[in-house]
T-cell receptor
Framework: DQQVKQNSPSLSVQEGRISILNCDYT??????FLWYKKYPAEGPTFLIS?????DKNEDGRFTVFLNKSAKHLSLHIVPSQPGDSAVYFC??????????????FGQGTILTVHP | DTEVTQTPKHLVMGMTNKKSLKCEQH?????MYWYKQKAKKPPELMFV???????INESVPSRFSPECPNSSLLNLHLHALQPEDSALYLC?????????????FGEGSRLTVL
């Protein structure tokens, strides 16, 4: 049972354009969502997060949008840069209590930004 | 210091060997985690320690034995592993279990079981 899904295994974007990575979840108990970036042979690096009380969070070139009714979130990267090429993981958790820290990850989306 | 340091980076072991993976953080975080990641798969949680006590064990086989000697250190003792246990083992830490905030991951220890 895959509770967090990233249906696009890969995405290719031209430098300077917008990258949009999508993530869907099925568990309505999730109330905290994170995006991680991973380069080969490295651990995941935290990018940005959003709590379920918000529908948008922005940090520089990265913006995460949350649509709770659709159980969908997306990561927008504007403008995209070649250094953004990596695997992007969406993750979800239940904030608070003994379940926190149990991040459930999506399958990942490989983003390639072409110069 | 915003790093989680894992050693060794690579480990090859036989099925009868006993080895350990080590993880260290000096960010004052009180929660530490072990995740396992197989090729082309997302990371999967194995264990969570909160304030040096085991908080979550995701039904991991007993051939994996975690240990948290203090709030900065986390070990994963390995014994009688199987070839299918070959994977990238990721350590992570966070301010505290139950507090909103991101997990900081180490670079991982790539384990190969022959």
């Amino acid at each position: 049972d895959q509770q967090v899904k990233q249906n696009s295994p890969s995405l290719s974007v031209q430098e300077g354009r917008i990258s949009i990575l999508n993530c869907d979840y099925t568990n309505s108990m999730f109330d905290y969502f994170l995006w991680y970036k991973k380069y080969p042979a490295e651990g995941p690096t935290f990018l940005i997060s959003i709590s379920s009380i918000k529908d948008k969070n922005e940090d520089g070139r990265f913006t995460v949008f949350l649509n709770k009714s659709a159980k969908h979130l997306s990561l927008h990267i504007v403008p995209s840069q070649p250094g953004d090429s990596a695997v992007y993981f969406c993750a979800a958790s239940v904030a608070g209590g003994t379940s926190y820290g149990k991040l459930t990850f999506g399958q990942g989306t490989i983003l390639t930004v072409h110069p | 210091d915003t790093e989680v340091t894992q050693t060794p980076k690579h480990l090859v072991m036989g099925m009868t060997n006993k080895k350990s993976l080590k993880c260290e953080q000096h960010m004052g975080h009180r929660a530490m985690y072990w995740y396992k990641q197989k090729a082309k798969k997302p990371p999967e949680l194995m264990f969570v320690y909160s304030y040096e006590k085991l908080s979550i064990n995701e039904s991991v086989p007993s051939r994996f034995s975690p240990e948290c000697p203090n709030s900065s250190l986390l070990n994963l003792h390995l014994h009688a592993l199987q070839p299918e246990d070959s994977a990238l083992y990721l350590c992570a830490s966070s301010l505290g279990q139950g507090e909103a905030g991101e997990l900081f991951f180490g670079e991982g220890s790539r384990l190969t079981v022959l």
